[in-house]
């Protein structure tokens, strides 16, 4: 069979498995673009947009669609990245097809508001992209958990109770559960409470550690309770007294958990903010090598439950392989942020299909902010990993039958089983 023939099977058997999107932003109350901006400016091109000359104050103008005007001759320096080539997709729903320009621009506008107008979010994921279950991110701070768990399931972040937590964080974690937080047994009682009040929405707790930021299996309470006395005093945590109260609070939650069927999500390699960085997102990928070293201690201990290590570093993917071959209870995930590139995926779906169960990780999850963005990225992915399979089969590694049950675990089966979602 002819190269092109073959890419052209696989690509076609690919597009039609169901979908697992395991990590996204959406907003299940708005579940399309706001506006055209947030299409064009999805924070991935709009860093890509700065970093060549595009001066940052544009990000900035309240006008939506002054500001995608305005973005519009800086474009041409950003047409080779994969970012763009998924925009190009996401523009095509609106059947625009051409370059973008100042004479484009109105007939854009009007294409994308005429497609807005009947839009449906769930029936297009459903039907278009063909996402059975999507994964929202969700807040301690959520009153709305009213939103279709027959297809969204809940992901609750731990950051702001946690590393992130502020003294105005903290003043609202006391009044949601009318309680006074000044030591470790009342933060012990917060977090309590904040578990009790998502066990029932959630699938997952997540999240995302700095480089620098360490996770201790028994961290001293005394340097917890100086790190909420400093958040109390709106003074900053010093990074001690930050690793100690992450920790408590990632203790807590799998003591919570370890006899649920509630997966933790891990995301890493990522250090922000990072002054001078790219606008929105200030972020740079960077790696410490005892974090990792340092988390193995915590999948043995917590071995009843499953980890799922998601990196934006490519540095970091032999690494983390490494440790899932080696815990049963560890999993690694998807292309995030700084690895959604194909050269990157293809090196990791190679390394990991020759290296690891074919059930120990997900090849698929959006990051989005809006459907159609995850229209965007799953394009990407199905397309990359039909290129990969076709050069495995080429080369003999897999046969095409074989390859295909592959792609099926990683977009779809694996995510069922790993996140208890049968």
């Not at 519009?72 to 190009?88: C, D, E, G, K």
Request: proline share 4%; glycine share 4%; charged share 25%.
């Amino acid at each position: 069979m002819g190269k092109e023939k073959q890419y052209s099977k696989i690509f076609e058997e690919i597009h039609n498995i169901p979908l697992v999107d395991i990590h996204t932003h959406l907003d299940p109350q708005v579940l399309k673009a706001k506006d055209l901006s947030e299409i064009v400016l999805y924070h991935y091109i709009a860093t890509e947009l700065v970093s060549s000359g595009m001066p940052r104050e544009i990000l900035g103008l309240e006008d939506p669609v002054e500001r995608v005007r305005r973005i519009i001759p800086f474009l041409r320096n950003v047409r080779n990245t994969s970012t763009f080539w998924a925009l190009r997709r996401v523009l095509s729903l609106f059947d625009f097809r051409e370059e973008l320009t100042e004479k484009s621009f109105p007939s854009l506008l009007e294409r994308f508001m005429d497609f807005e107008k009947n839009f449906n979010g769930i029936g297009f994921l459903k039907e278009r992209v063909k996402v059975k279950k999507a994964f929202l991110t969700l807040q301690f701070t959520d009153t709305d958990l009213n939103f279709d768990n027959s297809f969204f399931i809940g992901s609750l972040r731990l950051e702001r109770i946690s590393k992130e937590i502020s003294k105005e964080s903290l003043r609202i974690l006391e009044d949601k559960f009318s309680m006074k937080v000044d030591n470790a047994r009342s933060m012990r009682d917060a977090v309590a409470e904040v578990f009790d009040k998502f066990k029932n929405n959630v699938s997952t707790i997540t999240i995302s550690l700095n480089p620098s930021e360490h996770i201790i299996i028994n961290p001293r309470e005394g340097l917890v309770e100086d790190a909420i006395w400093r958040v109390k005093s709106g003074g900053m945590m010093t990074l001690e007294e930050k690793n100690a109260l992450l920790s408590f609070v990632v203790n807590e939650f799998l003591e919570m958990i370890k006899d649920r069927r509630i997966v933790f999500q891990l995301m890493l390699g990522v250090e922000r903010p990072v002054i001078g960085a790219s606008p929105p997102d200030y972020a740079i990928v960077a790696n410490e090598p005892g974090q990792l070293l340092s988390l193995c201690p915590l999948f043995h201990k917590y071995n009843e439950i499953s980890f799922d290590l998601i990196s934006a570093s490519r540095m970091q993917t032999h690494e983390l392989d490494v440790i899932a071959k080696n815990y049963k209870n560890v999993f690694v995930s998807g292309f995030w942020w700084y690895s959604y590139y194909p050269s990157i995926m293809m090196e990791r779906t190679i390394e990991k299909l020759q290296m690891l169960p074919v059930n120990k990780w997900c090849a698929f999850f959006s990051d989005a902010h809006v459907p159609e963005w995850v229209f965007g990225k799953e394009q990407l992915v199905r397309h990359q990993l039909a290129l990969t399979l076709e050069d495995l089969i080429e080369k003999g590694y897999l046969d095409a039958e074989l390859a295909l049950e592959a792609a099926r675990s990683l977009l779809y089966e694996n995510a069922l089983n790993i996140y208890h979602l049968k």
